[in-house]
Structure formats: structure tokens, C-alpha cells
């Protein structure tokens, strides 16, 4: 008889249903024992010559099967829906082979009663063996088969002929002997199938639902997708589950079930994270003269671009990248955020901002956070300001084509109390982050301090990334002052940035004036052109502050005035 079975198992909390509902189950089982014992009334009727009565012969006959199933003891659902497919199945069978019988008389009584006998023989063996085999006992079925005589009592084989008994105890006996043996191996085989086919079901929800959860965590992480780099150990799960408590077939199914499940359910969570996150980062914004606020899909990302930014149509996509924290990460920074890519979607890959672009993420956490871009492989600060639940950054006017971003945290910045009421305070701020520069030890910028020739070159040594190179055959005679500023000067006069004096000193110490930073810059910065000019218009009229050098190119240029211009310099993409 078919079974629902419900599996609760206690360390997933997940319920396992199969099977059909419980009134299917009990009509069926009571149409199949209707049918054929239907059948043998009919053959038991046409022999003694009785009439075609169904309804006579099905009123004994359910009297029997209800002691013979012991459906007193089920519920009254099950009787009865098992009584009304009994019913069903009993009319049908027996109309049929009365009809047959009636126009075929070729079965004689020992036939009949050996197919009698050989249905209710098959049926109790079958119940005897596996009861017997459940007590512990031998295969054995003479030990349980009944007498002759028991047979002809129980079954009122004395009511009919002689033949028909006899061939009903042989089919009987022949039967018995068959189902008996058949139970009695079958439940030996069952039970340990049963044991490891429920060990493998279990595992296999188990490790499905298990799957399912790393899987979207190593998306998330950024890891490849490698369901047996991440499946936990076998002596893990046998813990996790408390397997040791199984026997060996249900612990070997359990676990050959959670490494199916778990391989099916990390492979369909990953892909599925990955296909959502490559629907939402596909997805294009028209942006037009009027402007627009782009959204991401995870709401970590705002993209405010303001009317007449520009005035032809463009799109502009905004891509999610799932990394590993590691893999965003420096030795100064931690990550907060995921990394954004911004591509504009045009011709010519990128738009000419008459606006800048406000660039907004959602942020929780450190006053010590800031807005980084990727530029040629390392993370660059870009000067941001953090308010509430958001760290806010402004991209400049001029050629823009998109870029990566993320919010890291600097733990180690220096805080310079002297700079905040400084004119170039948003400048100076933005390359201690950068790493360019960093304050004395107490805790002091100066920037209105003179900046010596090696000072200079060392700062941008550091922001061109000059690589080292071999000392040119200038060997000044005063090298022996240069201290951490040497390899800076030597890279600086090698590339022939700068010169020496005619006396072959390079007085690292001597500050530096404008126009000796003009005529470096110049040679930096080839057919780009440079006029400090330029830089003191910007800081008259963007910062309103004036410079010494509008009185005479010779005077010296200040701490402030040095990262201001370089930071102006590499804003525009010249540096």
C-alpha cells in the first residue's frame, strides 16, 4: 500500500511529502482487492450454478475483507473510501467473468480452485513473511502455512465439490510458499534500501538548501563558481547532522545525497546571481539636455547629471561589480562598498560635461570614508564630503568617459589641524588621502611654507611615479645634503626635468620659485603647454586668493600653492 510519507528532518527543518492523498490511497487498494476478489465469486457462482448477483455475493464478501485488512482500526476517512472503491472494483470484476464464464466453459473446479486458493495463499504469505521477518525469525514457510484442514474450515471448502477443494489447498499452498519467500527477502532488502534511499533524500535536501546559501555568498565575494571548493567536509556535515547517531547505510546515503543536492544548489544560486546582477547592469539611461538622476538597482549608487550638462543624447550605464573585499582592497584601505563602473554609451565613448556630475553613494560608517576611482590600476581619492546616510563626490567639467568607483575607509590618514581654514584645504585634504604628501609630527601641514627645489621633485616623484633610474654622470658636490629627497633628484635630472647650478651644486635646500616651477612644468608637460599664469587666474577667480608671483616670478611658491596646481593639473588629465 502506497504511503504519504512526511520526513521532518530536525537540522534543515524541511518537510519531505510524496505520495497521493490518503483517500486516493485507500480507494485504490480497496478497487484492486474488490476487483479480483470479484472474480472469484463470479467463478464461485457460475460453478454452483447460481445466477449473476453481484450485489449478494459483494455483501459477503466485504464482511471478509474488513477483518482481513483490520480496517476497524483505521480512521473512518480511510474505511471508507476504501469500502467504496472495494465495491467498485468488486462489480466490475465479477460482471466480467460471469460474462466471460457464461459464453466459455472450459475451466474445470480443480482450475477454479487452484486460481482461488492460489489468490488467498500468495496474499497471507506475503503478510506472514514480512511479520516474520520483522520478529527476527528464519525463512521458514512451513512454519506458518495452514493445515488442510485449517483451509477447508476457514475458506467452507466443505461446501463445495471435491475438486475444487483439492486444487483450492494446492494453488493455496503453492502460493503461500511463493509470497511467503518473496516478503521475507524483499523486506530484508527494503529495509536497508529504505534506510539508504531516506538518508539519501535527506542529504540530498540538505545539501541542496546548503548549496544554495554558499553559493550566493561566494557571488557576493567575488569567488568563482566551484561547488567543491566550497562544499563543507564530510566529517563536518556528519557533526553538523548528528550522523554518528545513524547507522552506517543511512549515514553513507545521507552523505552521497547532501553532495548531489549541494553541487545542484550552489551551481543554480550562482548562476541565478549572476544573471540577475547582469540584467540590472545592462540596463542603459537615456540622459538628454535636460539631465537626469540615475539610480542603481541596489540603490548604492546615484548619478545626478545636471540640465545642459551636455546637449546631444547619450546613454549612460551604470555596472555593478561583485568583488571580493580583498580583491578592492590596498594595505591603507578597507573597502565599504562594492566597485561601479560608469561607461557613457556613445560614438566616442565619452561627453564633454558643461556641468559637473554629482556622484552619490549610500554610506554608513567612519568620518574617515571617501570616494576612490581606479585610474591605471591603483585607487585615487577623490574629494568627498559625508552627510547622513550618503559620501558625495563632484566630477569635473571637461571630457568625461565614465571610470570605476567605490567608497573605501583610511584609517591611518593624518589629521592636519592647520588646514581647514586654508584656501587650498579641498586640494591638500585630497592628497594626504592620495598619499602624496603628509604633515609634520605635530600633527601640522604649513602651507604657507616655501617648498625647497628637493621637496618638489620628491613630490613629484611620487605623483608621476617616476621609476627609479640609474645615477646620471652628474655627480653634485653637495649630494651628501639630499638626504631622502636623493633618488627623487636624480630621477628628476636624469629625465632632464631640472638642472643644476654652474658651480655643481644642486641645492636641495634653496626654495623654489615660480619661475623655475614654470620651466619644469613646461618640460614635463612637452606640447600640453603650462603657464603658471593660468594657475594664478584660477586661484584669483575660483578661490579668490592672490598669489605672491603676480608681484614677480622670482618670489617663492608655497606648500599650498605646489599641490593646488598639481592637483588643478591632474584634474584636467595633464598629469
Known amino acids: ?114 486460481s482461488h486458493g492460489g489468490f488467498f495463499g500468495r496474499m497471507l504469505g506475503e503478510i506472514n513473511g514480512v511479520k516474520e521477518f520483522h520478529q527476527g525469525k528464519t525463512n521458514d514457510w512451513k512454519r506458518t502455512v495452514p493445515s488442510d484442514t485449517d483451509l477447508t474450515r476457514e475458506y467452507s471448502l466443505n461446501r463445495d465439490t471435491t475438486r475444487y477443494r483439492s486444487g483450492f489447498i494446492v494453488g493455496f499452498k503453492r502460493a503461500y510458499e511463493e509470497g511467503y519467500t518473496d516478503a521475507f527477502r524483499n523486506a530484508n532488502v527494503d529495509n536497508h534500501r529504505f534506510t539508504k534511499e531516506m538518508g539519501l533524500e535527506h542529504g540530498s535536501v540538505v545539501g541542496k538548501m546548503q548549496g544554495e546559501f554558499f553559493g550566493e555568498m561566494d557571488y557576493v565575494d567575488g569567488r568563482s563558481n566551484d561547488w567543491k571548493r566550497a562544499i563543507p567536509r564530510e566529517q563536518e556535515v556528519v557533526i553538523q547532522a548528528n550522523l554518528l547517531r545513524e547507522n552506517l547505510q543511512y549515514r553513507e546515503g545521507f552523505l552521497a545525497g547532501y553532495k548531489e543536492g549541494f553541487k545542484e544548489g550552489y551551481t543554480v544560486a550562482f548562476q541565478n546571481a549572476n544573471i540577475t546582477n547582469t540584467l540590472q547592469s545592462i540596463a542603459h539611461t537615456n540622459v538628454s539636455l535636460v539631465g537626469a538622476t540615475i539610480i542603481t538597482a541596489d540603490d548604492m549608487l546615484t548619478l ?196 643644476g647650478y654652474p658651480d655643481n651644486t644642486f641645492k636641495s635646500k634653496n626654495p623654489i620659485t615660480y619661475q623655475e616651477i614654470e620651466w619644469i612644468m613646461e618640460r614635463i608637460l612637452g606640447s600640453r603647454g603650462f603657464k603658471w599664469a593660468d594657475i594664478e587666474d584660477k586661484m584669483l577667480y575660483e578661490k579668490y586668493t592672490r598669489s605672491d608671483s603676480r608681484h614677480s616670478m622670482g618670489k617663492h611658491i608655497t606648500r599650498g600653492e605646489i599641490i593646488y596646481m598639481l592637483h588643478e593639473l591632474q584634474k584636467e588629465g595633464k598629469l
Open 1 to 114: 500500500m502506497s504511503l504519504i510519507i512526511v520526513i521532518i528532518f530536525l537540522l534543515s527543518g524541511v518537510s519531505v511529502v510524496t505520495g497521493q492523498s490518503l483517500h486516493e490511497v485507500a480507494e485504490a487498494n480497496g478497487y484492486t482487492n474488490g476487483q479480483i476478489l470479484g472474480e472469484i465469486a463470479a467463478q464461485r457462482d457460475y460453478i454452483n450454478n447460481q445466477r449473476s448477483d453481484w450485489q449478494k455475493a459483494h455483501q459477503e464478501e466485504e464482511k471478509k475483507i474488513i477483518v482481513l485488512h483490520d480496517l476497524t482500526k483505521e480512521t473512518y476517512t480511510y474505511r471508507f473510501y476504501f469500502l467504496r472503491g472495494f465495491k467498485e472494483g468488486f462489480k466490475e470484476g465479477y460482471e466480467r467473468v460471469y460474462k466471460e464464464l457464461s459464453n466459455s466453459k472450459t475451466l474445470t473446479d480443480y482450475d477454479y480452485g487452484l
Open 304 to 499: 545626478r547629471i545636471k540640465p545642459g550638462s551636455f546637449y546631444w543624447d547619450t546613454y549612460f550605464t551604470v555596472d555593478k561589480e561583485v568583488r571580493a573585499i580583498y580583491q578592492l582592497n590596498t594595505n591603507r584601505l578597507e573597502a565599504a562598498t562594492n566597485r561601479y563602473t560608469i561607461d557613457v554609451a556613445n560614438h566616442v565613448g565619452a561627453v564633454d560635461l558643461k556641468e559637473p556630475i554629482e556622484l552619490e553613494f549610500t554610506y554608513y560608517g567612519s568620518e574617515r570614508a571617501g570616494i576612490y576611482q581606479l585610474i591605471n590600476g591603483e585607487w585615487r581619492y577623490l574629494y568627498s564630503t559625508i552627510s547622513g546616510s550618503t559620501i558625495t563626490t563632484v566630477l569635473p567639467t571637461g571630457l568625461y568617459s565614465g571610470g570605476t568607483y567605490a567608497v573605501f575607509i583610511d584609517h591611518q590618514y593624518p589629521i592636519l589641524r592647520d588646514i581647514y581654514t586654508h584656501w587650498a584645504y579641498e586640494e591638500i585634504y585630497t592628497f594626504v588621502r592620495q598619499f602624496y604628501v603628509a604633515g609634520y609630527t605635530d600633527g601640522t601641514f604649513r602651507p604657507k611654507e616655501e617648498v625647497s627645489r628637493g621637496e618638489f621633485v620628491t613630490l613629484l616623484n611620487r605623483v608621476l611615479k617616476w621609476n627609479n633610474i640609474s645615477q646620471p654622470s652628474i655627480n653634485f658636490i653637495d649630494e651628501g645634503q639630499f638626504g631622502d629627497h636623493s633618488t627623487a633628484i636624480y630621477n628628476a635630472v636624469a629625465r632632464g626635468y631640472i638642472k
